[in-house]
């Protein structure tokens, strides 16, 4: 601490900061253009964002957690898709999240309760396409034990 | 208080100090809705509204505290008064209004957007308004007066937080870049940003209190923030582990964000090094105590809670559990509220035109709050820690697991209550200062 002078350690701070952002930048630009190539496999459709604008304008992640991000009210829902099935039967696992999404709030004693979301069939729809567009993602094998 | 216009700072601490009191009161809701599911109907009231009010008013109050801890501290190290003490007050009731107006309209469903960015977009404007403002006000004070390394890293942090919060109005329909740049605003500014604006109150503060000379605390100011921006900016790679980003960021963020605590030590030896070093004796030691405590329990919220999950074969198992909410409420608390209620304890005397009041009492709530909210984040890491293993390691269902949690749900919400009792002392210490008032500057000389 004695043999640095507050010059040297403002310059180091400065370059420091400077480089390491721009490492930063670049590795985000490389994970921005490998996020767009899985769009290639993994298309986004009009009905996925769609969906994607009803987890946001519900604050699904407020309760929920997605790819482990939000919050820990209610369970994980980036596998929910394949959960329920969805890679053999989309229509039933459809039917499923309709059923799920209707009965809300189920009101059983001591369990974390979900509201009335009020979802129209489309809204359902669309947030099913979401929910199957964001489990094909690849998270590095995470969430260990998730359904496959 | 040296320069009249310093005064624009109490509207800031009273208005940080009512929304901190919003804060903790939807933070024991929601304690209270883990631990009673049945007690509130989720159509009246649900969890994630509530939880959007507590976070939000976690930055709203911690924002308003920054604001005014600028307000009040750049004056004296510009040596001149603020550029426009009008456009401070403006901007004040502009703020605190967009955060009643946010507030009201989560209660009746009106958010849209992603975690602690739920504000409506016309809020989001407002609030690029409010901060645009503030960044004129203070840029034109510091150039037109003395520059410091003090102002000249508060201000940076500050630009920062404007700049990086831009990334709040990009909303890409790809999930995985949408969460990318979301931690733009959240990392970059938590584990950025906002450490230049703490590293610099913080030292402010210690060279008002101990007396120490300012050319230590700047060569330690540089340490200190380098080390926090060299390991915080790469150290994002730690939230880039499992949402569908490439898995170099496994190297990247675990390498990175195992130096992140190095920044937190440093405040503490820094802290400390400064009152040993030291020897003016200033008679607020409420505001000594808040300070050190400040970095103490940052480096063990941050820190040391911090890099129990940071390494990447670890947070396989972690990530998503209440191990992140532990280390999310110490650390919050630690580096960024404990910091703000430093700098109100310090400048509420010198703003009333007091000396030093209600030490004893300041110092308690010092005790309680930091007991209460360290029982939670305690309890939390018991319960992360379960969780994980129940969870994860076994593979059992989500709510199944919960049902296990009750006990440790109990001790948070006791946690709360506590902290909250400890938010009601600091309450009367600093806004009851009682009747006997002593002519301002008459009982303890501004060190320099």
Known sequence: MERLTTAAARNIFYGGSFFFFVVFALLVANSYMQARVMEQTNPISAEAERGKRIWEKKACFDCHTLFGEGARFAPELGRVWFKYGGDRDPAATEDTFKAWFAAQPTGTEGRHQMPQLHLSDAD????????????????????????? | MKYPSQSVALPYFVGALVIFSLQLVFGLVGATMYVAPNLISPDLLPFSVVRMIHTNALIVWLLLGFFGSAYFLIPEEAERDIWSPMLAKVQFWLFFAAAVVAVVGYLFGNYDGRSYLEQPIYIKVGIVIVALMFLLNISMTVLNGRKTVITGILLMGLWGVAIFFLFAFYVPANVVIDKMFWWWVVHLWVEGVWELVMASILAFMLIKL?????????????????????????????????????????????IFSAVEPLPFFAMVLFAFAMVWKG????????????????????????????????????????HG?????????????????????????????????????????????????????GLMSAALTFAGVLQT?????????YMDVQQQLGLFYWIRLGGGVLAALGLVMFLVAVLVPGRRAIPAGAAFAPAE
């Open chain 2, 389 to 397: 293993h129940l969870e994860r390691v076994m593979g059992q269902d």
């Open chain 1, 124 to 148: 359902v729809h669309d947030m099913a396409v979401f929910l199957r567009w964001v489990a094909h993602v690849d998270t590095q094998n995470w969430p260990p034990h998730a359904p496959k």
């Open chain 2, 210 to 254: 101990t007396g120490v000379d300012r050319e230590v605390v700047e060569k330690w100011l540089y340490v200190i923030i380098g080390t926090a921006l060299f390991s915080g900016i790469l150290g994002t790679g730690h939230h880039y582990y499992w949402i569908g980003a490439p898995a170099y960021w496994q190297w990247i963020g675990t």
């Open chain 2, 321 to 373: 559990t209440q191990v992140t909410a532990a280390h999310g409420h110490l650390a919050f608390y630690g580096a960024y509220a404990m910091v703000n209620l430093a700098m109100i304890t310090y400048a509420m005397p010198p703003l009333l035109g007091r000396a030093p009041y209600n030490q004893n009492l300041n110092i308690l709530s010092f005790w309680t709050m930091t007991t209460g909210v």
């Open chain 2, 279 to 318: 020897r003016r004796d200033h008679p607020n030691h409420a505001a000594l105590l808040w300070s050190l405590g400040c970095a103490v329990t940052a480096f063990f919220g941050a820190g040391v809670l911090g890099f129990l999950h940071t390494l990447a074969p670890i947070n396989y198992y972690t």
